[in-house]
């Protein structure tokens, strides 16, 4: 009997599920069967632009929190697939920093060159998860939701890759049910138009607040105030944004914050971080952790310890993207395959204990950027995954924090060296500040075209 392999989420995470099996497979070997449940009607996860908000055709909650206009927060080259470059599929050099649609064009090139859609169900959410010790399998819960029927199917290994940056954390101000303007979370986010002549007011200090408040101010918001928690993200913002401690309550439209200053706003944005959430899942498999770089109980990032056919991918904070779920991915076949053998339960622990001390002496982002390094490292080392120059990648990763502290509007102008193939990235033909237009086209386009045009 071939082992069953359940996968929830065909997002960025699940391909590489697929990818991975995909390409043992064209190595000769006998690979398990596998079956792929993806909420959605397509693949790519978060990189599936969605217009809705609230709820989905069918009821289920909306996935998505990317917006219209998102172009990539980091650059390309610290992500790119050891085993798919960016020259491979667009055939030329583009820049470091392109919109969500050409990002999405990539992570698809790879998975239609290697037909994994045949292994997804589409439409199919996982509704619930229980494991059967007598049978050491998953039952697994699933909805066909364009032809509203539930059924039941089993699995030797059950791999989590449904993501952590969907379900809102949503904190509550005093006397913000008299705010008389727009409440929303960075999760129902779509764009920044609609903040035209506004006064925007932005919660967090972190990617979400950063790149919002910045949409925003391209998009002719009137002021974008950011308020935060812990730290401030301490940018010399321009003209119009600025940071100022915690809000702590409302009277009507005036928000008051923490420093004694007040202020007027139209709109409030949360951006306050999502939450692990997994409804499907019970107690005793629920991965429970706030976003940080090395969540407890998982080994080696991936194996949930008290029950190691169970799999989680794509958990961690996220420096490294598209590449480390790659890794993960790989090393979680070898295991399902037999040739990575996994110690015993203490052991397992004890080698999380090692990494969640290295994570507490984490201070600085470079900090972080190196221990993600060596996570990703650990992992790429021990399969065929083929062989990324990380200490080059973490090189980039400090190049670009640096890079934002320079100049936030305009970091997006930067290129920098494929660590894969030695390309350089091309300049885009407009600044992103000016570029209004984040489609594929015409994002392709060749400056010269555009003159003609
Ligand atoms: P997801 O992309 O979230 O995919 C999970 C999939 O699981 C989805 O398709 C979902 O529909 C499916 N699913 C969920 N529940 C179920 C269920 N019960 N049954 C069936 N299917 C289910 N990363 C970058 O590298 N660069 C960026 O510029 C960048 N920008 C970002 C901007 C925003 C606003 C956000 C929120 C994240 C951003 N990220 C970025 C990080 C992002 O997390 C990763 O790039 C990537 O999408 C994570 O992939 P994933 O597969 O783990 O999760
Ligand atoms: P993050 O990176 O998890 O950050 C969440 C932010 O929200 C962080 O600054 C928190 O402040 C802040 N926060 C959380 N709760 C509160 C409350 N109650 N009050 C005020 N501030 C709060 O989430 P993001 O959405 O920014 O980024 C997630 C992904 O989306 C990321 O990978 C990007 O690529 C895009 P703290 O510092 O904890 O005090």
């Known amino acids: 009997m071939k082992l069953r392999i359940g996968i929830i989420g065909a997002g960025p995470s699940g391909l590489a599920q697929l990818r991975a ?62 085993d798919y470059t960016f020259d491979e599929h667009f055939g030329r050099p583009i820049s470091s920093y392109p919109p969500r649609p050409v990002l999405f064009d990539y992570i698809q090139g790879r998975v239609e060159k290697d037909n994994v859609r045949d292994y997804i169900r589409f439409n199919t959410t996982a509704r619930w998860v229980e494991y059967k010790e007598d ?30 940056f969907s379900t809102p954390n949503m904190p509550y101000f005093e006397g913000i049910e008299e705010f008389p303007g727009l409440i929303m979370h960075a999760h129902d986010f779509r764009g920044a138009d609609i903040f035209k002549d506004k006064d925007v007011l932005l919660i967090g200090s972190s990617y979400s607040a950063e790149d919002i408040g910045v949409q925003s101010y391209k998009h002719g918001a009137n002021s974008v105030t950011l308020s935060y928690r812990s730290n401030p993200i301490g940018m010399d913002w321009p003209e119009g944004m600025k940071e100022v401690p915690l809000l702590t309550h409302f009277e009507g439209e005036i928000a008051h914050f923490s420093d004694g200053t007040r202020e007027r706003y139209d709109a409030v944005v949360m951006c306050t971080g999502y939450q692990h959430k997994f409804p499907y899942l019970p107690d005793e ?132 060296t494929s660590v894969m193939t030695g390309t350089n990235a091309e300049q885009h033909h407009t600044p992103w500040l000016e570029e209004m237009d984040d489609s594929f086209e015409r994002y392709m386009q060749k400056a010269p075209e555009l003159e003609q045009a």
């Not at 908000?53 to 927060?73: A, C, D, Q």
């Open 135 to 164: 049978t050491k399998q998953f039952s697994v819960v699933l909805e066909d939701l364009a032809n509203n029927k539930t059924y039941t199917e089993e699995f030797d290994y059950l791999i989590v890759a449904s993501g952590h």
């Open 21 to 82: 099996f995909k390409s043992a497979e064209m190595k000769g070997e006998d690979i398990p069967e596998i079956v792929c449940f993806e909420k959605q009607s397509d693949w790519g996860g978060l990189w599936n632009y969605t217009w809705r908000t609230g709820v989905g055709k069918y009821g289920e909650p909306i996935h998505g929190s990317m917006y219209r206009y998102l172009w990539s927060n980091g650059p390309k080259e610290c992500l790119e697939f050891a």
């Open 285 to 416: 498999l629920r991965l429970k952790t706030k976003n940080c770089l090395y969540p407890d109980k998982i080994y080696k990032g991936v194996f949930f310890n008290d029950l190691p056919q169970l799999i989680y991918l794509g958990m961690q904070d996220q420096y490294y993207t598209f590449n480390m779920f790659d890794v993960q991915a790989w090393y979680a076949r070898d295991v399902i395959q037999g040739k990575i053998q996994l110690p015993g339960k203490e052991e397992r622990q004890k080698d999380i204990n090692l990494w969640l001390n290295k994570a507490a002496s984490n201070c600085t982002h470079d900090d972080e950027i190196d221990f993600q390094t060596e996570y990703v490292r650990e992992l790429m080392n021990q399969t065929d995954y083929p062989e990324i120059d990380l200490d080059r990648v973490a090189v980039l990763f400090k190049q670009w924090l640096h890079d934002k502290e320079e100049d936030i509007l305009r970091y997006r102008d930067r290129t920098y």
